[in-house]
């Protein structure tokens, strides 16, 4: 599976920006995907994640009620929208997909990692 992440920028605290993280090759073997994120400095963290198949999601408290993730089945391509947007959510962020499972909280449970699209929010 590759994936390919893009639609970072710079944008001010209170904007949204639209991620896109498109997936080719064996994406039937992909029961979900997740965004995940990593500042300078610190470990890389849960974000939010859906499942292809239902369209479950999950999110961390962080973005709760910000940011939405979705996903278009026919073109392989999971979005995250994020809005109101806090100068904490600088990071770059990766997205990724995982096989069969409940865990998506953790990057251990998945499998194939994009290259990652810098945010960078100001105040």
């Known amino acids: 599976v590759q994936l390919q992440a893009s639609g970072g920028g710079l944008v001010q605290a209170g904007g949204s920006l639209r991620l896109s993280c498109a997936a080719s090759g064996r994406t039937f073997s992909s029961y979900a995907v997740g965004w995940f994120r990593q500042a300078p400095g610190k470990e890389r963290e849960f974000v939010a994640a859906v499942r292809w198949s239902g369209g479950s999601t999950y999110y961390a408290d962080s973005v709760k009620g910000r940011f939405t993730i979705s996903r278009d089945n026919a073109k392989n391509t999971v979005y995250l929208q994020m809005n109101s947007l806090k100068p904490e959510d600088t990071a770059v962020y990766y997205c990724?997909?995982?096989?069969?499972?409940?865990?998506?909280?953790?990057?251990?449970?998945?499998?194939?990692w994009g290259q990652g699209t810098l945010v960078t929010v100001s105040s």
């Open positions: 990724a997909v995982k096989g069969v499972g409940d865990n998506y909280y953790h990057p251990y449970w998945y499998d194939y």
